[in-house]
């Protein structure tokens, strides 16, 4: 598949994902939010990738929406603005992060840069997030815009650092460094810039080697376990346990441990 906004490369079953409009410090337009619908598409539905790495080209990962973009110089009424944002949003935007959280791959956010408005949302969103020292997270809406955090961004910012911490980062924009979020539980690792897509690459490799229907539900559980009692919890456990045991990587597991070997999974 070709793509203009995006790169998307497969390579020994980890697919790396690359925002490619450095000029616009890859904000998001509505060409790169419709290919990034259809590249997640396609690795929902092949077999290709068990991993997958998310990245940005240049010196940012990824500002948000490109507010710059699409105006065809007619000044739409207030009205008009709204609908079509409410159209974006339900069409595009929430789409592609919809897609990232329930793809059926373990997935990594290798933040190359600044990740700022949206692109907090984006890059949150995945699995495990690596950034390098010079990363900073922006929650941009408020203050310069007059809009609340989008793309999932307040969802992630309470769960990690707290309700006071999030609304002052949302009121103020104050930007996060990488090493706050690192310390705050916000991101997994960080790693020279250098290093980033290696690290990433050979995370997503290990991953790919893994029990991969085993990820997702894995991924659902630990979402669910914020938002429920004890034993909503343990229900739904008692739900999804009983499907990966009936799964070939379970009795490879199972062999592997009386053999005491390593486990050969192949995501079946």
Not at 74 to 90: G, I, L, N
Not at 138 to 144: A, D, E
Request: with cysteine; charged share 25%.
């Amino acid at each position: 598949m070709t793509y203009e906004t995006i790169d998307l490369v497969i390579d020994e079953s980890v697919a790396t994902l690359k925002l490619k409009r450095p000029d616009r410090y890859n904000a998001l337009n509505s060409q790169m939010l419709d290919e990034l619908i259809d590249a997640l598409q396609h690795l929902q539905s092949s077999d290709e990738a068990r991993a997958l790495v998310l990245t940005g080209e240049g010196r940012a990962f990824c500002s948000g929406a490109d507010l710059a973009g699409g105006s065809d110089g007619k000044k739409p009424t207030p009205h008009e603005r709204a609908e079509a944002v409410r159209h974006s949003m339900h069409l595009k935007f929430n789409p592609v992060i919809k897609k990232i959280a329930v793809l059926n791959i373990p997935t990594i956010a290798a933040v190359n840069g600044v990740a700022a408005g949206g692109g907090v949302g984006l890059a949150l969103c995945c699995d495990l997030v690596i950034a390098t020292p010079e990363v900073k997270f922006i929650l941009v809406f408020t203050p310069k815009l007059g809009l609340i955090p989008d793309l999932g961004s307040a969802w992630h910012y309470v769960r990690a650092l707290g309700r006071q911490r999030t609304m002052a980062a949302a009121y103020f924009g104050t930007p996060i460094s990488a090493e706050e979020a690192l310390k705050d539980g916000l991101i997994w690792k960080m790693v020279p810039g250098e290093d980033l897509l290696v690290e990433a690459t050979h995370t997503a490799a290990a991953l790919a080697k893994g029990p991969t229907r085993a990820f997702p539900a894995t991924r659902a559980s630990i979402d669910a376990a914020s938002q429920q009692t004890l034993f909503e919890q343990l229900d739904m456990e008692a739900e999804m346990q009983p499907a990966l045991i009936a799964t070939d990587d379970y009795a490879e597991g199972v062999r592997a441990f009386l053999q005491k070997r390593d486990p050969v999974f192949k995501g079946e």
